[in-house]
């Protein structure tokens, strides 16, 4: 059965693109209908290849933004001078398809029989799986407290605004805003740093569970900051999405 399982996972197919929805001005989710899917986890990702009429391809891995028994969703951002990213969101369309493999990764994952408390650090597209990892918490009726600090360019690029804010009681969401800031704003302002940490963090006492994700840069950043701050470096794990970043 394994072995079925895993073959499934490693092949490439054509999926359905079933709905493709803008979050932010550079930002899309893509809800897509594979023929065979196993199930995913929270956390997991999948490859996408695209195809030219050429026959020159090019791969990307993309986190799976929905939860575990939901349709399968992909979240992606625009990078204006990527090859992959600008077709995703400036170009594809409900009923075409998309060449895809997945789910890929155990490592990056949440099973709620893990527990916490979770601190979730999220740099730009980095809230993807993180927000698989709270929507499964919601759906499966988890109790477990949650933290997350989402670092964002503006108010204006911060994805999932409106889900986020209703997740209530057992989550916590702080933003900073790393380049402007609307009038009136009380969050935070500039890039994490380990007085930011400090502040919002659960302390290391509770024994956190961390989930990292976002541009290389800000994941080392954050990850150095919690270790910093005593968190045990098994129980902080990370996922890069390449890159520089500017969150
Ligand atoms: C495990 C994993 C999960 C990912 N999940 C997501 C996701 O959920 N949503 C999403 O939008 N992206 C995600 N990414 C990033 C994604 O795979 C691509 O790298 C991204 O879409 C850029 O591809 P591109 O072809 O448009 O740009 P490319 O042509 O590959 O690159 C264009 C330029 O952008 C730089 N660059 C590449 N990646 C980034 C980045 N992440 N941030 C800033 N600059 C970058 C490159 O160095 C290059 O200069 C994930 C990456 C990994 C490894």
């Known amino acids: ?22 979050e932010t001005a550079s930002v899309v989710t893509i809800e897509l209908d594979p023929p065979h899917w196993p199930g995913h986890r929270a956390g997991q990702h999948l490859d996408v290849r695209l ?37 995703l969101t ?46 499964h918490r919601l759906r499966v009726g988890s109790d477990v407290p949650a933290c997350l600090l989402y670092s964002s360019r503006s108010w204006e690029d911060v994805i999932y605004r409106d889900e986020l804010g209703q997740h209530g009681d057992g989550v916590r969401v702080s933003y900073t805003l790393t380049r402007s800031q609307p009038a ?7 890039r994490i740093n380990q007085a930011l940490l400090a502040e919002v963090a659960w302390p290391a006492e509770a024994n956190p569970l961390a989930y990292i994700c976002g541009p290389t840069s800000f994941v080392e950043t954050a990850a150095a900051g919690l270790v910093g701050l005593g968190y045990s470096p098994e129980r902080v794990r990370t996922e890069r999405f390449g890159g520089t970043g500017g969150h």
């Open 1 to 22: 059965m394994e072995t079925t399982a895993v073959r499934g996972r490693l092949t490439w197919q054509a999926a359905t693109v079933a709905s493709v929805t803008r």
């Open 51 to 87: 195809t030219a009429e050429d026959g020159y391809t090019a791969e990307r891995e993309y986190s799976i933004a929905s939860a575990p028994g939901e349709p399968v969703a992909i979240t992606v951002e625009r990078l204006e001078d990527g090859e992959v990213s600008p077709y």
């Open 90 to 135: 400036g170009e594809l369309l409900a009923g075409d398809e998309l060449e895809l493999r997945g789910p890929v990764g155990g490592y990056f994952v949440w099973e709620p029989g893990e527990g916490g408390p979770l601190m979730l650090l999220a740099g730009g597209s980095g809230i993807v799986p993180l927000r698989s990892i709270l929507r």
């Open 184 to 190: 009136g704003w009380t969050g935070h302002s500039g």
